[in-house]
C-alpha cells in the first residue's frame, strides 16, 4: 500500500488493542490481521488509512521483532489505520490466553442450543466460536 | 439525678456506635474513590479512539446520520438523570435532581415536553414519591458501573431519539419519539468539588478533525470498509454509549467523593456530640455526688441534734 501521508520510513506499526474499560493491549507489530465485515485484512507498515467494521473474530497481532503472535477474540467493533497506527475498537476483547477452552466449548454448545430462539442467539454463536478459536489457537503454541 | 446520668450514658454509648458506622464508611468511600477514578482513567482510550475515528470520518466524509440531524421543531426532550443508588452522600442525589428540574424548566420554556429516563435508586424514589411519570430507570449499579449497563441505557436513548424513523419504516417503536436527548450527571473535578452538570447528547455534534489539514495539503484517503455512511451506522451509537459510560463513572467517582465528605462530617460531629455528652454526664455525676454528701451530711447533722437535745 502506498504511503498517503509521508510518515518516517523507520516508523514501526504501533497497535492499540483497546475494549471498552480498559487498554488490552498496545505495542509495535510487525503485522495485524484481522476480520472485516467483508472480509480478512492484513495490515503492514505504511497501510493507507482504512476505517473498517469488525465481525465478531479473531485478531492476531505479530509482534515486531519477537515470533509472539498476541491472539485475541474481539465482539465486533472497529479497525482503524492511520500514520502507521492501528487502532482496534471492540466493547468486548479477550486475549486467548485469558480465555479457556473447556469454557468456551460449553459457552458454544449452549449458544448453539439457542438458536432460532431470538436474534441475540446467532450472535452469541458467531462470539462463542471467536473465543474458542482464539483459545486454541493460543494453546497450539506460537508459529501460527 | 441518677437516671438522667445512665440516660446520658446511653446516649454516648450509642453516639460512639453511630461514629464507628460512618468512619467505616468514610474510609470504605475512600477507598473506592480510588478504584472509581481508575475505571475512569481506563475507559479514557476507548473513548479517546472512538472519537478520534468519528472525527476521521466527519473530516473525511460527508456526515449525514440520523443521530446528527437536527430536528427543525423539536418538541419533545428526553433527559437522563444520574443519581446514586444510596444515600449518605450529602447533598449528592438532590443537586444533580435540582440541576435536573432547571434544565427542565429551561426545555419547558422552549416549548418542549419532557420524557424523563433514569438512573439510580434516587431518582426514581423521587420521580415516584412526587407520583411523576417517568419513561424508564435502571438501578443497581451506581458505584460501580460497567459498560454493559452504559449500552442498555444508550441503546433505549437512541431508540427513542430513532422512534419517529423506526415508524417511517412500519416498526413499532418502544418509546415515544424524541427530538433531542440531554443528560445530567455529577462531574468529577476533584475530591472536593464535584458539580452537578448537564449536557446536550443527542442530536450528536461532530467534531472535525484533531488538526484540521492545511489547504494545499493532500488528504489522505480513507478507505471505508464497507462503506463511509455504514461505519458511521457502528460507530455512532458506540460513541453514544461510550460518552454515557463516562457519564456514569464520573458519577460514580463523585458518588464516593460526597460520600466520603459526608461521612467526614458525620464522624466529626459524633465526636463533637460525644464530647458534649461526656461533659453534661460528668457535670450530671458530680451533681448527684454533691447531693449524696449534703444529704449524708444534713442527716448526721439532724441525729447528733437529736442526740443531744435526749442527752439534755
Given at each position: 500500500m502506498a504511503d498517503h501521508t509521508g510518515a518516517a520510513d523507520t516508523e514501526a506499526l504501533h497497535v492499540e488493542l483497546v475494549a471498552a474499560d480498559r487498554t488490552v493491549w498496545s505495542g509495535d507489530a510487525a503485522m495485524v490481521i484481522a476480520r472485516t465485515t467483508e472480509g480478512d485484512i492484513g495490515v503492514l507498515r505504511d497501510h493507507a488509512p482504512a476505517l473498517s467494521l469488525l465481525a465478531e473474530a479473531v485478531v492476531e497481532i505479530q509482534v515486531e521483532g519477537t515470533d509472539d503472535v498476541v491472539v485475541a477474540a474481539v465482539d465486533g467493533g472497529f479497525l482503524s489505520v492511520a500514520n502507521n497506527r492501528v487502532s482496534i475498537l471492540s466493547e468486548h476483547i479477550e486475549l486467548g490466553e485469558d480465555i479457556h477452552v473447556d469454557k468456551a466449548k460449553a459457552e458454544l454448545e449452549e449458544a448453539r442450543g439457542l438458536?432460532?430462539?431470538?436474534?441475540?442467539a446467532e450472535r452469541r454463536v458467531r462470539r462463542a466460536e471467536a473465543r474458542l478459536r482464539a483459545a486454541e489457537k493460543v494453546s497450539s503454541g506460537p508459529g501460527h | 439525678m441518677a437516671v438522667s446520668l445512665r440516660e446520658y450514658r446511653a446516649r454516648i454509648k450509642s453516639t460512639e456506635s453511630m461514629k464507628k458506622i460512618t468512619r467505616a464508611m468514610e474510609l470504605i468511600a475512600a477507598s473506592r474513590i480510588i478504584k472509581a477514578q481508575q475505571r475512569a482513567q481506563q475507559a479514557a482510550p476507548y473513548a479517546r479512539e472512538l472519537t478520534r475515528a468519528v472525527s476521521a470520518v466527519a473530516t473525511f466524509s460527508n456526515v449525514d446520520h440520523p443521530l446528527t440531524r437536527e430536528e427543525e421543531n423539536p418538541k419533545r426532550a428526553a433527559v437522563l438523570v444520574i443519581t446514586s443508588?444510596?444515600?449518605?452522600?450529602?447533598?449528592y442525589s438532590s443537586s444533580v435532581l435540582k440541576e435536573a428540574e432547571r434544565l427542565a424548566g429551561r426545555l419547558r420554556d422552549e416549548g418542549k415536553e419532557i420524557d424523563w429516563f433514569l438512573a439510580g435508586r434516587k431518582s426514581e424514589a423521587y420521580f415516584k414519591f412526587r407520583e411523576r411519570p417517568f419513561v424508564e430507570s435502571w438501578t443497581g449499579f451506581s458505584d460501580q458501573p460497567t459498560y454493559d449497563k452504559a449500552a442498555e441505557i444508550g441503546k433505549a436513548l437512541i431508540e427513542a431519539f430513532l422512534a419517529d424513523s423506526a415508524e417511517q419504516q412500519g416498526e413499532e417503536a418502544r418509546y415515544e419519539d424524541v427530538d433531542e436527548v440531554h443528560i445530567v450527571y455529577t462531574r468529577f473535578r476533584s475530591m472536593l468539588v464535584q458539580e452537578p452538570t448537564a449536557v446536550r447528547l443527542l442530536p450528536l455534534e461532530v467534531v472535525e478533525g484533531e488538526e484540521p489539514p492545511e489547504e494545499d495539503e493532500l488528504l489522505p484517503l480513507y478507505e471505508f470498509e464497507p462503506s463511509a455512511s455504514q461505519v458511521l451506522d457502528g460507530l455512532l451509537p458506540q460513541y453514544v454509549q461510550s460518552r454515557i459510560f463516562y457519564s456514569l463513572l464520573q458519577a460514580a467517582a463523585s458518588e464516593l467523593a460526597a460520600r466520603q465528605k459526608a461521612m467526614k462530617a458525620a464522624t466529626d460531629n459524633a465526636d463533637e456530640l460525644i464530647k458534649k455528652l461526656t461533659r453534661i454526664a460528668n457535670q450530671a455525676r458530680q451533681a448527684g455526688i454533691t447531693q449524696e454528701i449534703s444529704e449524708i451530711v444534713g442527716g448526721v447533722n439532724a441525729l447528733a441534734d437529736a442526740q443531744a437535745a435526749a442527752n439534755d
Open positions: 438458536i432460532g430462539a431470538n436474534n441475540e | 443508588d444510596r444515600g449518605l452522600a450529602g447533598a
